[in-house]
């Protein structure tokens, strides 16, 4: 059952981040890319609400950790609206 969430995962994974013309080393590249995206993104928001439960005086690292969180969340989101077109 749970080879078959992944499975379905990875098709999805693979429309979202392809393109006419691509080939299997690029897609692999940029799932790489999309993947490790998501680990820092996650990584730096659960420092950061550990720095808010830990230390909540120390206003300004967790505001700084949010800002990275929204920067850093623009690398997941907008492969998923934003298709390349094509190749150049």
Not at 58 to 86: D, K
């Amino acid at each position: 059952m749970s080879f078959a969430i992944l499975h379905k995962a990875d098709k999805w994974v693979n429309r979202i981040l392809s393109y006419p013309g691509i080939d299997k080393n690029s897609l692999t590249q940029k799932k790489i890319n999309w993947f490790a995206s998501i680990a820092v993104t996650l990584m730096i928001f659960c420092v950061t609400m550990t720095y808010h439960l830990v230390f909540p005086q120390l206003r300004i690292l967790i505001y700084y950790g949010l800002i990275l969180t929204a920067i850093y969340l623009q690398g997941i989101i907008f492969p998923i609206f934003f298709h390349y077109s094509g190749v150049w």
